[in-house]
C-alpha cells in the first residue's frame, strides 16, 4: 500500500504549485496549474498533510458518499485551540446548513423548505424586473463608452434578488454585500491571519444583524421566509432562544450563498459570452441553448473550485490510505478539466451535454441551485436581446483567492 508520506521534493513541488496559484497569473488562468496537478494522479498527497482530488470520478464519488463527511463543528473542535479551524468565523460558518452532518443537516434542511416551483415563478418575476433595470444602465453606460458589468449587474443582481425575498431593506444590501466578500476567507484553502481576521470581524457584524432581524420578525411575523423559518422552529424547538439561533443560521447561510457563489457564475457566464463574438451570435440565433450555455460555465470555471470532505472512516482512496478524520481537498475546477470525463475540456462548448459539479452533490446538494439557474439564464437571455452586441474591453482582475473565484471587474463596450 502507498505511503502517504511525500519525498521532500514532491512536497516541494506541490506547494509550489499552490503558490504560483496565489499569484495575478495563476488567479487569472489556474488550469495550466491544476493540469500539471492532475499529471500526479486524480488523488495525491498535500504538502500540509490530507489529500487532493482532481480527477472527476473520484470527486463524484466522495461527494455521493455518506463515508465522506462536511468539517463540521465536532471535526473543528477536534484540531485544537491553536488551528484555523478555531477562529470564530469558523466556528460560526460550521454550524450553517452546508457544514452540517447527519442527522442534524436533515432536521435544518427540512425546516428551511426548497426552491420549489411556485416559489421559483415568484421570484423569477421579480428577478426578471430587476434585470431590466440593471440592463437599462449597462446599455446607458456602453453607449456613452464602457461599463464594468461586474459592478453594475452581477453584483447587484444577487444582492437584490435573495434581500427582497428575504424582505431586507435595501439600504442594508450593500453593507451585507461587502459582509459576504469578506466573511468567506474562512472558508478559503489556508487562509492567512489577516484574511481570518477580516472573516472574523464581518462575521460579528453578520451574527448581530441577523440575530436582530429574527427578533424583529418574531415581534412583527409576516408572511416572508424568516417568518416562515421562525414558526417552523417553534414547533420543532421549545426553547426559544435556541430556535432563534437556529433560524439565524438559516437567514445567514441563504444570504452568503447567494450572494458569493451566484455573482461569481454571472460575471463568468458573461465574460464567456463577450470574449468570443460567436457566442454571442450562437444564443441570438439559438436561444434554447441558454440552459447548456449557463451549465458549460458552471463546468469550465465554476464559481467554487475546491470542496472539502472529511473521512469518516479508515478508507483506501485510489490506493492510498485514509484514515477516519484526514481531510480530503476535492479540486472541483481541475475535476471539470477530466481529460478522462470530458473531451476537449478546455475549450467551452455550449452544446456539450451538462454534467459537473459546481453545486456539490449527494445530501449536501445546493438548496439554492434553482435560484442561481433562473438568475443566470433569466440575465443571460435578456443581456442578448436587449443590449447592443458587447465585447471585452479588458481582462478582468480576480480575488486573491484558490476556493472561491471572484472577478473584481468586467469591463465591455460596443463590439
Known amino acids: 500500500m502507498p505511503s502517504v508520506t511525500l519525498p521532500s521534493t514532491d512536497r516541494r513541488a506541490t506547494a509550489s504549485l499552490f503558490s504560483r ?19 500526479r494522479g486524480a488523488v495525491s498527497p498535500a504538502p500540509w498533510g490530507g489529500f487532493l482530488v482532481t480527477g472527476f470520478r473520484a ?37 450553517t446548513l452546508p457544514a452540517l452532518n447527519r442527522p442534524e443537516h436533515t432536521r435544518v434542511r427540512r425546516s428551511a423548505g426548497s426552491f420549489d416551483r411556485t416559489t421559483i415563478e415568484l421570484i423569477g418575476r421579480r428577478v426578471s424586473r430587476i434585470v431590466d433595470g440593471l440592463l437599462d444602465i449597462v446599455d446607458e453606460r456602453v453607449r ?54 477580516r472573516s ?15 427578533r424583529e420578525r418574531r415581534l412583527r411575523p409576516g408572511e416572508d421566509p424568516v417568518s416562515r423559518w421562525i414558526r417552523n422552529w417553534d414547533a420543532l424547538e421549545p426553547d426559544r432562544d435556541k430556535a432563534d439561533e437556529a433560524v439565524y443560521f438559516l ?9 458569493e457563489t451566484t455573482s461569481t457564475l454571472l460575471s463568468t457566464m458573461t465574460l464567456r459570452l463577450v470574449e468570443e463574438p460567436g457566442r454571442w451570435s450562437l444564443l441570438a440565433e439559438r436561444p434554447d441553448l441558454v440552459p447548456a450555455f449557463v451549465e458549460e460555465t458552471l463546468r469550465h470555471d465554476p464559481p467554487t473550485h475546491v470542496i472539502s470532505r472529511i473521512a469518516a472512516q479508515d ?34 462548448d455550449p452544446r456539450r451535454a451538462p454534467t459537473h459539479l459546481a453545486f456539490s452533490g449527494g445530501i449536501h446538494y445546493c438548496l439554492g441551485a434553482p435560484l442561481a439557474r433562473l438568475e443566470a439564464q433569466t440575465l443571460l437571455s435578456r443581456t442578448v436581446a436587449r443590449l447592443p452586441r458587447l465585447t471585452l474591453v479588458r481582462r478582468p482582475s480576480h480575488a486573491p483567492r484558490i476556493a472561491f473565484r471572484r472577478l473584481l471587474n468586467l469591463d465591455v463596450a460596443p463590439a
Open 21 to 39: 496559484l496565489r499569484t495575478p497569473k495563476g488567479q487569472a488562468d489556474p488550469f495550466p496549474i491544476y493540469a500539471e496537478l492532475q499529471g
Open 59 to 95: 470527486c463524484d464519488q466522495i461527494l455521493r458518499n455518506n463515508n465522506w463527511l462536511e468539517p463540521d463543528t465536532r471535526w473543528r473542535e477536534r484540531q485544537g485551540g491553536s488551528t484555523r479551524w478555531s477562529a470564530p468565523s469558523s466556528r460560526e460558518i460550521s454550524r
Open 144 to 197: 456613452a463608452g464602457e461599463a464594468d458589468f461586474a459592478a453594475l449587474v452581477s453584483e447587484e443582481l444577487p444582492v437584490a434578488t435573495i434581500g427582497d425575498w428575504l424582505g431586507l431593506p435595501s439600504a442594508d444590501w450593500s453593507r451585507l454585500r461587502e459582509l459576504t466578500h469578506d466573511q468567506v476567507f474562512t472558508q478559503e484553502l489556508h487562509p492567512t491571519a489577516s484574511q481570518l481576521a
Open 200 to 214: 472574523d470581524t464581518a462575521m460579528a457584524e453578520l451574527r448581530a444583524y441577523f440575530l436582530g432581524l429574527v
Open 251 to 259: 437567514a445567514l447561510f441563504v444570504l452568503l450563498a447567494a450572494l
Open 315 to 348: 478508507c483506501l482512496l485510489d490506493g492510498y490510505e485514509v484514515r477516519a478524520d484526514d481531510m480530503v481537498h476535492l479540486m472541483v475546477g481541475a475535476a471539470h478539466r477530466d481529460p478522462d470525463r470530458f473531451s476537449d475540456p478546455d475549450v467551452f
